[in-house]
């Protein structure tokens, strides 16, 4: 068995974002040089997400308005964690909602994807240096 | 390391619906004779889910009219996905909330399952051909 | 390939509560001699979630009040499953939201977690004896 370890690293330069990493993927995929196994990617913050679904714009703008439906940030005031001094309850809750981790199967070499399938980094709590980790096992 | 590699088909013939897949699960892990590993199930379309819970009609019910609350289908114009031509926005954002995927372990050459457990199908965007695909790798 | 199985037994004395299992799958990690793997630790009923987030007390409130506004338990009469005898309608849906499962990277021996990662099990029906498994496979 084989084993492989990535990180990958954003600064999102706005509270919230989504950014397409299924390249960046690709590339520790190949990188790896496991051709049979399986792929897990996970934020490595817990006001972040993992998620995969379509590389669509006007999606991307129905999940933020969405979540913000579901989870609201503001008032901070509503919410017990920001006692703490934080200001970031909703984003923990909001990566909740979307997720901590994808797992993907590695057939002959590639992700193993249905046609429109595209993995996300969910920032919720940016400003700041995040990071994503791949480990990919398999031969 | 053995890995076995395998796509379900599905048409339900209604928008939404949910269709239990365990034993056609637990045919492909039989087929694939690993007997200790792990077994990734995952919807390979974005407005579909693969989820484990209750084999009980109320439940799924349940499930149908809260999806139906939390992210409705209609106005379609609600959400933005749809000025692209789509109709099925909701259906990626009720997908989110059930989940792409699921992994079992596997012991003993069984889905290593709790009492109730069982994998379903969930289908938000119906009325065509749609996939499934199942990975098991282990020994 | 290794692999090793463990089961964790709980039982909550209340209908809902978090309870932070990290160091029972560290203990189980290093029991199970593996250095580089996937540790996959799901919940063994549909009523119970594992999650990973943050070990704090407020935003476990917040958990709690949110899922409550999401997927509320009372009138029991509002859910179709309830009328098979249960009450634990709602805990099937909480369970939905913050998920059955979550893979963690096995690297070097520990894992492979971001700063504040902290695995929990969320019980949403409580007052018995439910249980945790986790299955750790690789080298």
Chains 1, 2, 3 share one sequence.
């Not at 330069?13 to 399986?38: C, D, Q």
């Amino acid at each position: 068995m084989k084993s492989h370890r990535q990180e990958l690293w954003f600064e999102v330069p706005a509270r919230r974002g989504f950014i397409n990493i299924t390249p960046k993927v690709e590339a520790a995929l190949r990188e790896s040089g496991i051709r049979e196994g399986l792929c897990l990617v996970n934020a490595m913050h817990i006001s972040a997400s993992v998620f995969i679904n379509d590389n669509e714009r006007g999606l991307h703008a129905d999940f933020e308005k969405w979540l913000e439906v579901l989870a609201p940030e503001k008032p901070h005031s509503q919410y017990r964690h920001n006692d703490t001094g934080e200001d970031n309850a909703d984003a923990h809750l909001k990566r909740t909602i979307m997720g901590r981790e994808v797992v993907v199967a590695v057939t002959a070499g590639q992700l193993d994807f249905g046609p429109w399938e595209q993995i996300f980094y969910g920032e919720f709590d940016g400003h700041r240096r995040k990071r994503v980790l791949i480990k990919i096992i398999g031969e």
